[in-house]
Protein backbone atom coordinates (compact mmCIF):
# COMPACT_ATOMS: atom_id res chain seq x y z
CA UNK A 1 0.00 0.00 0.00
CA UNK A 2 1.20 3.28 -0.63
CA UNK A 3 2.37 5.25 2.32
CA UNK A 4 1.33 8.65 0.63
CA UNK A 5 -2.15 8.04 -0.87
CA UNK A 6 -4.21 9.57 1.64
CA UNK A 7 -1.76 12.73 1.19
CA UNK A 8 -1.79 12.72 -2.84
CA UNK A 9 -5.43 12.29 -2.53
CA UNK A 10 -5.82 15.01 -0.75
CA UNK A 11 -4.02 17.26 -2.70
CA UNK A 12 -5.33 15.75 -5.94
CA UNK A 13 -8.19 16.86 -4.02
CA UNK A 14 -7.27 20.82 -3.07
CA UNK A 15 -6.31 21.50 -6.83
CA UNK A 16 -9.27 20.18 -8.32
CA UNK A 17 -10.99 22.63 -6.10
CA UNK A 18 -9.33 25.66 -6.69
CA UNK A 19 -7.58 24.89 -9.87
CA UNK A 20 -4.25 24.69 -9.66
CA UNK A 21 -1.66 24.22 -6.64
CA UNK A 22 -0.78 27.66 -5.34
CA UNK A 23 3.11 28.19 -5.33
CA UNK A 24 5.05 30.09 -7.37
CA UNK A 25 5.16 29.22 -11.11
CA UNK A 26 6.75 25.76 -11.79
CA UNK A 27 8.81 25.22 -14.29
CA UNK A 28 9.65 21.61 -14.16
CA UNK A 29 8.75 18.22 -16.02
CA UNK A 30 5.09 16.72 -15.29
CA UNK A 31 3.41 14.34 -15.72
CA UNK A 32 -0.66 14.22 -17.22
CA UNK A 33 -3.30 11.79 -16.70
CA UNK A 34 -6.77 12.12 -18.52
CA UNK A 35 -9.88 9.90 -17.27
CA UNK A 36 -12.33 9.72 -19.79
CA UNK A 37 -15.38 8.21 -17.50
CA UNK A 38 -18.92 7.70 -18.05
CA UNK A 39 -19.89 10.72 -15.40
CA UNK A 40 -16.62 12.27 -14.94
CA UNK A 41 -13.87 13.39 -17.40
CA UNK A 42 -10.99 14.37 -15.29
CA UNK A 43 -7.50 16.02 -16.17
CA UNK A 44 -4.47 15.76 -13.90
CA UNK A 45 -1.46 17.25 -13.81
CA UNK A 46 1.21 15.92 -11.49
CA UNK A 47 4.83 17.74 -11.42
CA UNK A 48 8.11 15.21 -11.71
CA UNK A 49 7.70 14.01 -7.90
CA UNK A 50 4.12 12.86 -8.85
CA UNK A 51 2.75 15.65 -6.55
CA UNK A 52 -0.18 17.23 -8.00
CA UNK A 53 -0.42 20.41 -9.45
CA UNK A 54 -3.72 21.04 -11.36
CA UNK A 55 -6.11 19.49 -12.55
CA UNK A 56 -10.10 19.83 -13.67
CA UNK A 57 -13.11 17.64 -13.46
CA UNK A 58 -16.24 18.15 -15.64
CA UNK A 59 -19.48 16.03 -15.23
CA UNK A 60 -20.42 14.94 -19.15
CA UNK A 61 -22.54 12.73 -21.13
CA UNK A 62 -19.56 11.64 -23.22
CA UNK A 63 -18.74 8.33 -22.69
CA UNK A 64 -20.72 5.51 -21.59
CA UNK A 65 -20.02 2.24 -20.25
CA UNK A 66 -16.29 3.04 -21.02
CA UNK A 67 -16.72 3.69 -24.31
CA UNK A 68 -16.75 6.66 -26.00
CA UNK A 69 -20.38 7.83 -27.39
CA UNK A 70 -20.09 11.37 -28.71
CA UNK A 71 -16.68 12.12 -29.78
CA UNK A 72 -16.72 16.07 -30.76
CA UNK A 73 -18.23 16.57 -27.48
CA UNK A 74 -15.46 14.96 -25.60
CA UNK A 75 -13.05 16.74 -27.74
CA UNK A 76 -14.22 19.88 -27.01
CA UNK A 77 -14.13 19.05 -23.67
CA UNK A 78 -10.71 18.11 -23.04
CA UNK A 79 -9.51 21.01 -25.40
CA UNK A 80 -11.46 23.57 -22.75
CA UNK A 81 -10.11 21.65 -19.29
CA UNK A 82 -6.56 21.50 -21.42
CA UNK A 83 -6.43 25.68 -22.10
CA UNK A 84 -7.85 26.08 -19.08
CA UNK A 85 -5.26 24.07 -17.05
CA UNK A 86 -2.32 25.92 -19.53
CA UNK A 87 -3.41 29.16 -18.72
CA UNK A 88 -3.16 28.41 -14.79
CA UNK A 89 0.04 26.64 -14.99
CA UNK A 90 1.82 29.44 -18.09
CA UNK A 91 2.83 26.23 -19.90
CA UNK A 92 1.31 24.13 -22.74
CA UNK A 93 0.81 20.35 -21.99
CA UNK A 94 1.83 18.06 -24.89
CA UNK A 95 1.54 14.51 -23.31
CA UNK A 96 -0.63 13.04 -21.63
CA UNK A 97 -1.28 8.70 -20.31
CA UNK A 98 -5.12 7.77 -20.68
CA UNK A 99 -6.77 4.77 -19.45
CA UNK A 100 -9.98 2.12 -20.24
CA UNK A 101 -11.51 -0.47 -18.48
CA UNK A 102 -10.62 -3.81 -18.30
CA UNK A 103 -12.45 -6.26 -21.28
CA UNK A 104 -13.16 -3.26 -23.78
CA UNK A 105 -12.27 -3.78 -27.42
CA UNK A 106 -8.84 -2.90 -28.89
CA UNK A 107 -11.04 -0.47 -31.32
CA UNK A 108 -12.85 1.29 -28.16
CA UNK A 109 -9.09 1.61 -26.34
CA UNK A 110 -8.36 3.04 -29.77
CA UNK A 111 -11.64 5.69 -29.89
CA UNK A 112 -10.19 6.88 -26.37
CA UNK A 113 -6.94 7.44 -27.49
CA UNK A 114 -8.01 9.25 -30.49
CA UNK A 115 -10.10 11.54 -28.30
CA UNK A 116 -6.94 12.62 -26.32
CA UNK A 117 -5.21 12.84 -29.13
CA UNK A 118 -7.46 14.87 -31.05
CA UNK A 119 -7.29 17.34 -27.87
CA UNK A 120 -3.92 17.86 -29.12
CA UNK A 121 -2.26 15.59 -26.55
CA UNK A 122 0.62 13.22 -27.67
CA UNK A 123 -0.92 9.78 -26.12
CA UNK A 124 2.48 8.40 -24.30
CA UNK A 125 0.48 5.31 -22.80
CA UNK A 126 -2.88 3.62 -22.84
CA UNK A 127 -3.33 1.22 -19.61
CA UNK A 128 -6.26 -0.67 -18.00
CA UNK A 129 -8.08 1.11 -15.21
CA UNK A 130 -7.23 -1.51 -12.41
CA UNK A 131 -3.44 -1.54 -13.35
CA UNK A 132 -3.92 2.26 -13.34
CA UNK A 133 -5.77 2.86 -10.33
CA UNK A 134 -3.24 0.78 -8.58
CA UNK A 135 0.00 2.78 -9.77
CA UNK A 136 -1.55 4.90 -7.01
CA UNK A 137 -2.86 2.30 -4.12
CA UNK A 138 0.37 0.27 -5.01
CA UNK A 139 -1.09 -3.15 -3.23
CA UNK A 140 0.58 -6.10 -3.70
CA UNK A 141 -2.55 -8.69 -3.18
CA UNK A 142 -6.04 -8.05 -2.86
CA UNK A 143 -9.30 -6.95 -5.22
CA UNK A 144 -9.22 -3.41 -6.31
CA UNK A 145 -13.05 -2.56 -7.55
CA UNK A 146 -13.99 0.93 -9.19
CA UNK A 147 -17.62 1.51 -8.85
CA UNK A 148 -18.10 4.70 -11.26
CA UNK A 149 -20.96 6.53 -13.02
CA UNK A 150 -22.02 3.71 -15.45
CA UNK A 151 -19.69 0.51 -14.50
CA UNK A 152 -18.13 -1.67 -11.55
CA UNK A 153 -14.80 -2.98 -12.31
CA UNK A 154 -12.92 -5.49 -10.71
CA UNK A 155 -9.33 -6.20 -10.82
CA UNK A 156 -7.79 -9.33 -8.94
CA UNK A 157 -3.97 -8.51 -8.03
CA UNK A 158 -1.14 -11.33 -7.02
CA UNK A 159 2.65 -10.06 -5.84
CA UNK A 160 1.62 -6.64 -7.94
CA UNK A 161 0.57 -8.36 -10.91
CA UNK A 162 -3.44 -8.36 -12.08
CA UNK A 163 -4.91 -11.83 -12.46
CA UNK A 164 -8.16 -11.30 -13.32
CA UNK A 165 -10.31 -8.93 -14.82
CA UNK A 166 -13.74 -7.57 -15.30
CA UNK A 167 -16.18 -4.37 -15.77
CA UNK A 168 -20.15 -4.61 -15.37
CA UNK A 169 -22.48 -2.02 -16.04
CA UNK A 170 -23.61 -1.38 -12.64
CA UNK A 171 -22.36 2.55 -11.20
CA UNK A 172 -23.40 5.52 -9.48
CA UNK A 173 -26.08 6.43 -12.56
CA UNK A 174 -28.01 3.48 -11.69
CA UNK A 175 -28.05 4.86 -8.11
CA UNK A 176 -29.09 8.15 -8.98
CA UNK A 177 -32.41 6.43 -11.59
CA UNK A 178 -33.03 4.72 -8.21
CA UNK A 179 -33.38 8.24 -6.80
CA UNK A 180 -35.19 9.75 -9.26
CA UNK A 181 -37.47 7.31 -9.45
CA UNK A 182 -38.56 7.04 -5.73
CA UNK A 183 -38.76 10.68 -5.33
CA UNK A 184 -40.49 11.24 -8.41
CA UNK A 185 -37.63 13.88 -9.60
CA UNK A 186 -35.75 14.34 -12.48
CA UNK A 187 -31.89 12.88 -12.82
CA UNK A 188 -29.98 15.88 -12.31
CA UNK A 189 -31.81 16.67 -9.47
CA UNK A 190 -31.42 13.25 -8.00
CA UNK A 191 -27.33 14.09 -9.23
CA UNK A 192 -27.33 16.60 -6.87
CA UNK A 193 -28.75 15.77 -3.67
CA UNK A 194 -26.97 11.86 -4.24
CA UNK A 195 -23.28 13.88 -3.97
CA UNK A 196 -24.72 15.46 -1.17
CA UNK A 197 -23.09 13.42 1.64
CA UNK A 198 -25.99 15.01 4.30
CA UNK A 199 -28.60 13.46 2.07
CA UNK A 200 -26.81 10.00 2.70
CA UNK A 201 -28.47 8.76 5.31
CA UNK A 202 -32.45 9.22 4.00
CA UNK A 203 -31.87 8.18 0.68
CA UNK A 204 -29.64 4.86 1.79
CA UNK A 205 -32.82 2.61 2.49
CA UNK A 206 -33.34 3.43 -1.13
CA UNK A 207 -30.20 3.05 -2.92
CA UNK A 208 -28.95 -0.17 -0.46
CA UNK A 209 -30.35 -2.69 -3.31
CA UNK A 210 -27.60 -1.44 -6.02
CA UNK A 211 -24.64 -1.68 -3.18
CA UNK A 212 -25.98 -5.06 -3.04
CA UNK A 213 -26.22 -5.63 -6.60
CA UNK A 214 -22.24 -3.97 -6.94
CA UNK A 215 -21.49 -6.54 -3.74
CA UNK A 216 -22.74 -9.58 -5.29
CA UNK A 217 -20.91 -8.56 -8.48
CA UNK A 218 -17.55 -8.11 -6.75
CA UNK A 219 -18.58 -11.58 -4.79
CA UNK A 220 -19.30 -13.20 -8.44
CA UNK A 221 -15.89 -12.24 -9.67
CA UNK A 222 -13.36 -13.00 -6.79
CA UNK A 223 -15.01 -16.58 -5.76
CA UNK A 224 -12.54 -18.98 -6.61
CA UNK A 225 -9.47 -16.36 -5.68
CA UNK A 226 -7.93 -15.96 -2.11
CA UNK A 227 -8.75 -12.26 -1.63
CA UNK A 228 -8.13 -10.90 2.01
CA UNK A 229 -8.91 -7.20 1.17
CA UNK A 230 -11.14 -4.98 -1.09
CA UNK A 231 -9.92 -1.60 -2.13
CA UNK A 232 -13.21 0.27 -3.31
CA UNK A 233 -12.33 3.13 -5.62
CA UNK A 234 -14.34 5.58 -8.03
CA UNK A 235 -17.16 8.01 -7.30
CA UNK A 236 -19.31 5.84 -5.77
CA UNK A 237 -17.30 4.60 -2.93
CA UNK A 238 -18.37 7.91 -1.32
CA UNK A 239 -21.64 6.80 -0.83
CA UNK A 240 -21.67 6.38 2.77
CA UNK A 241 -22.63 2.56 3.92
CA UNK A 242 -21.00 1.25 0.41
CA UNK A 243 -17.80 -0.49 1.91
CA UNK A 244 -20.24 -2.11 4.61
CA UNK A 245 -22.53 -3.33 2.41
CA UNK A 246 -19.86 -4.66 0.05
CA UNK A 247 -17.92 -6.57 2.88
CA UNK A 248 -21.22 -7.88 3.97
CA UNK A 249 -21.67 -9.64 1.04
CA UNK A 250 -18.71 -10.70 -0.09
CA UNK A 251 -17.58 -12.04 3.37
CA UNK A 252 -14.44 -9.82 2.70
CA UNK A 253 -12.95 -6.45 4.85
CA UNK A 254 -13.25 -3.12 2.12
CA UNK A 255 -11.17 -0.05 2.52
CA UNK A 256 -12.20 3.13 1.07
CA UNK A 257 -9.31 5.92 0.44
CA UNK A 258 -10.03 9.15 1.23
CA UNK A 259 -11.26 10.93 -2.06
CA UNK A 260 -11.55 7.64 -3.93
CA UNK A 261 -12.73 9.19 -7.45
CA UNK A 262 -9.67 10.38 -8.07
CA UNK A 263 -7.47 6.91 -7.52
CA UNK A 264 -7.73 6.20 -10.95
CA UNK A 265 -6.94 9.33 -12.73
CA UNK A 266 -4.10 10.12 -10.53
CA UNK A 267 -2.67 6.29 -11.48
CA UNK A 268 -3.09 7.74 -14.75
CA UNK A 269 -1.06 10.51 -14.50
CA UNK A 270 1.37 8.63 -12.83
CA UNK A 271 1.74 6.42 -15.92
CA UNK A 272 2.79 9.19 -18.10
CA UNK A 273 6.38 9.03 -18.63
CA UNK A 274 8.00 12.52 -17.04
CA UNK A 275 8.73 14.96 -19.67
CA UNK A 276 9.53 18.52 -19.68
CA UNK A 277 6.71 21.09 -20.19
CA UNK A 278 6.06 23.51 -23.38
CA UNK A 279 8.04 26.43 -22.21
CA UNK A 280 10.80 24.34 -20.27
CA UNK A 281 14.50 25.67 -21.82
CA UNK A 282 15.68 22.28 -21.57
CA UNK A 283 13.32 21.53 -24.65
N1 LIG B 1 -20.17 12.22 -2.71
C1 LIG B 1 -20.70 11.31 -3.53
N2 LIG B 1 -21.65 10.45 -3.09
C2 LIG B 1 -22.18 9.52 -3.90
N3 LIG B 1 -21.83 9.37 -5.19
C3 LIG B 1 -20.90 10.19 -5.69
C4 LIG B 1 -20.28 11.20 -4.90
N4 LIG B 1 -19.39 11.88 -5.67
C5 LIG B 1 -19.46 11.31 -6.89
N5 LIG B 1 -20.36 10.31 -6.92
C6 LIG B 1 -20.76 9.48 -8.05
O1 LIG B 1 -19.62 8.85 -8.60
C7 LIG B 1 -19.85 8.58 -9.99
C8 LIG B 1 -18.64 9.04 -10.78
O2 LIG B 1 -17.52 8.33 -10.37
P1 LIG B 1 -16.25 8.17 -11.33
O3 LIG B 1 -15.74 9.50 -11.74
O4 LIG B 1 -15.33 7.24 -10.65
O5 LIG B 1 -16.93 7.47 -12.58
P2 LIG B 1 -16.55 7.53 -14.11
O6 LIG B 1 -15.09 7.21 -14.22
O7 LIG B 1 -17.00 8.80 -14.70
O8 LIG B 1 -17.44 6.35 -14.70
P3 LIG B 1 -17.01 4.91 -15.29
O9 LIG B 1 -15.71 4.55 -14.63
O10 LIG B 1 -18.11 4.01 -14.89
O11 LIG B 1 -16.93 5.11 -16.75
C9 LIG B 1 -21.11 9.36 -10.38
O12 LIG B 1 -22.19 8.47 -10.51
C10 LIG B 1 -21.30 10.30 -9.20
O13 LIG B 1 -22.65 10.60 -9.00
MG1 LIG C 1 -13.96 5.53 -14.12
Same mark, same amino acid.
Given at each position: MNPHLETLLAQTERVMRDGAFTREAYRGAVRVGVDLGTAYTVLLVLDENNQPLAGDYRFANVVRDGLVVDFIGAIDLLREMKRGIEARLGFELTHAATAYPPGVPRVEVRATANVVRAAGFE?????????????? #??????????VGGGTTGIAIFRDGQVIYSAD????????? #????????????????????????? +? #????? +? =????????? &??????????????????????????????????? =??????? =???????????????? =??????? &?
Open positions: CTAEIDEPTAANAA #LQIRDGAVVDEATGGTHFT #LVIAGALNIAFEDAEKIKTDPREHT +R #LYPLV +R =PVMEKVGAI &VARHTRGFTVEKIFLVGGTANFTGIAEVVAEITGI =PTQIPGQ =PLFVTPLGIAMNDPVH =PNGTDER &V
